[in-house]
């Protein structure tokens, strides 16, 4: 049996809000093999973020994993408690691409110093040395005349160049997990097909295994090889990502898809979730999506599903696969998915 790469199990992730505690993250379990693309959907608050977060110990100061486990390398990531711990996982084995590269770079430094300083703090390399891997990143991540980007400011780059230049220094130590945080967010189509190519190219040149947090169906189906689906800080329902998007089973997964815009007919209004996620501050009895849910079953309000195996890579959390469930069919849109979806993929 293959072994994963990182394997978190029943994560408890809370937060301290004005003497309220919010539990963000419900019990979340998680495989993560070496080599895999896996793409974590959900809508905004859905905790995917936090998640992974908790994968290299950039919770906010407010933030603690209460309960569960994280290993990675025989090491429980879960029991870290300071940065003299992290600072051999982070940025080194296990490191992060944020959504808003302008955020995520000094304006007051050049480039190229930045880049070197992430070099120089993973690895023995200094000076030339240090400088010679700083321009070699320059290049890798697609940017050209990288000795006179070396020496520019943020500021004189465009949003995807910044994005390019944000990669370049989670690549600094070619670590072997690298997580992109909504990498596409703020930029425009044509540059989001570049940044996503340039990523799938790192993956292949150094091994890379790749986490997407992402709310764009479109995206996920273009790069990823698996999908985890999260709602209310649980991970619901988990595939490959063919058996997502042809054979989804929970119905929070159906109404994700049943959103995507390109399936959407014309002179009609685009399908949408009705109500809210649940308040994280209030304990959360049964299916946290049954009351949102218009196929819920009365066991949805009382207890909380287990997760169900639909095949050897599929499971998801819904009473609707327990034997005893009474047999509804998703929706009409999901069931002509595969045929309509070939457009998407395209």
């Not at 029991?79 to 982070?90: L, Q, T």
């Amino acid at each position: 049996m293959v072994q994963p790469i990182l394997a978190a199990k029943d994560v408890t992730i809370k937060f301290s809000l004005r003497g309220r505690i919010l539990t963000a993250i419900r019990g979340a379990s998680l495989n993560l093999y070496a080599g895999q693309t896996l793409a974590i959907v959900g809508e905004s608050g859905s905790g995917k973020s936090v998640f992974t977060k908790s994968f290299v110990g950039m919770l906010d100061s407010n933030g603690w994993v209460e309960s569960g486990e994280i290993m990675f390398e025989g090491q429980d990531l879960a029991k870290f408690k300071h940065d003299k711990e992290w600072s051999a996982i982070r940025g080194c084995k296990i490191a992060m691409v944020f959504q808003d590269p302008m955020t995520a770079l000094n304006p007051l430094r050049t480039i190229g110093l930045q880049i070197q300083e992430a070099v120089e703090l993973h690895s023995d390399a200094r000076g030339s040395v240090a400088k010679a891997r700083t321009l070699e990143l320059l290049r890798d991540v697609g940017i050209d005349d990288a000795l006179h980007r070396y020496h520019q400011f943020p500021h004189e780059f465009s949003g995807g160049m910044r994005q390019r230049v944000v990669i370049a220094i989670a690549m600094a130590c070619s670590p072997r997990i690298l997580i992109c945080d909504e990498p596409t967010t703020a930029l425009d189509v044509t540059i989001q097909a570049q940044i996503l190519g340039l990523i799938r190219t790192l993956q292949e040149r150094y091994n890379l295994t790749v986490i997407y947090i992402t709310h764009d169906l479109g995206v996920v189906a273009n790069v990823a090889t698996a999908v985890a689906v999260m709602y209310a800080g649980d991970i619901i329902e988990y595939g490959t990502s063919s058996e997502i998007f042809y054979n989804a089973q929970h119905p929070y997964t159906w109404a994700l898809l049943s959103s995507l815009p390109q399936l959407g007919i014309k002179g009609q209004p685009l399908y949408s979730i009705k109500g809210t996620p649940p308040n994280l501050f209030a304990e959360i009895v049964g299916d946290a999506f049954a009351p949102r849910n218009p196929l819920a079953l009365k066991i949805d309000f009382v207890e909380r599903p287990p997760y169900f195996q639909v095949s050897p890579t599929h499971y998801a959390r819904t009473w609707l696969l327990d034997p005893r469930a009474p047999k509804i069919d998703p929706p009409a849109t999901i069931k002509h998915l595969r045929e309509k979806f070939v457009g998407v993929r395209a």
